[in-house]
Nanobody, 119 residues
């Protein structure tokens, strides 16, 4: 079984930065992609950013382009989300997810980490 654990969330003022980390552990796996999603209070979960494991192509939601950067550790199954120029609209629980080889969707999720941006 694969476990994902997010860390790095917290409270930051508008304009500030945070870096989230997602660490995968448990049974070794091969990933198609790893991504970040978020869910704000009263809203549905939405896509934030993702990275194809083979080739490293990255994708971003329009709302975070130019401000957020997804990256990965070269060797270990760790994915980062660098978030700059944060606004109160970025306040949400951020989730890491992995699409493993053989799956058509993201099939494993972390428990989430809270990001709160004050104005």
């Amino acid at each position: 079984q694969v476990q994902l654990v997010e860390s790095g969330g917290g409270l930051v003022q508008a304009g500030g930065s945070l870096r989230l980390t997602c660490t995968a552990s448990g049974r070794p796996f091969s990933a198609v992609a790893m991504g970040w999603f978020r869910q704000a209070p009263g809203k549905e979960r939405e896509f934030v950013a993702s990275m194809r494991w083979s080739g490293g192509n990255t994708y971003y939601a329009d709302s975070v382009k130019g401000r957020f950067t997804i990256s990965r550790h070269r060797v270990m199954n760790i994915v980062y989300l660098q978030m700059n120029s944060l606004t109160p609209e970025d306040t949400a629980i951020y989730y890491c997810a992995v699409q493993r080889v053989g799956s058509t969707n993201y099939d494993t999720w972390g428990q989430g980490t809270q990001v709160t941006v004050s104005s």
